[in-house]
């Protein structure tokens, strides 16, 4: 599905705020926020968000900072809104 008709999608369905981020170009983007220390201002754009669309989980290898990353924007979700989890594996691998 594309960016736009996911967050179209997913906005007229919950009326809510949408995030759309593809987990690969979301984790190359932490690791530089990281760097640059404004990784907890990014951590709170993402956290305004009502619901997170993470698109493409599991294509790339994911090292073990970036699933601390991952599990700690997920971890908070159910306090804060909602957050969909999409991927092209299929779910034997999982």
């Given at each position: 599905m594309?960016?736009?008709?996911?967050?179209?999608l997913?906005?007229?369905?919950?009326?809510?705020?949408?995030?759309?981020?593809?987990?690969?170009?979301?984790?190359?983007?932490l690791k530089?926020?990281?760097?640059?220390?404004?990784?907890?201002?990014?951590?709170?754009?993402?956290?305004?968000?009502?619901?997170?669309?993470?698109?493409?989980?599991?294509?790339?290898?994911?090292?073990?900072?970036?699933?601390?990353?991952f599990?700690?924007?997920?971890v908070?979700?159910?306090e804060?809104?909602?957050?969909?989890?999409?991927?092209?594996l299929?779910?034997?691998?999982?």
């Amino acid at each position: 599905m594309c960016r736009v008709k996911a967050r179209f999608l997913s906005a007229n369905i919950f009326h809510c705020r949408v995030k759309y981020c593809n987990t690969a170009r979301l984790s190359a983007k932490l690791k530089i926020a990281k760097s640059d220390r404004i990784y907890l201002k990014e951590i709170a754009k993402t956290e305004r968000q009502q619901l997170i669309l993470l698109d493409d989980l599991g294509l790339q290898f994911m090292n073990s900072q970036n699933r601390l990353v991952f599990l700690e924007i997920i971890v908070d979700r159910p306090e804060i809104g909602y957050v969909i989890i999409t991927s092209q594996l299929s779910v034997s691998p999982w």
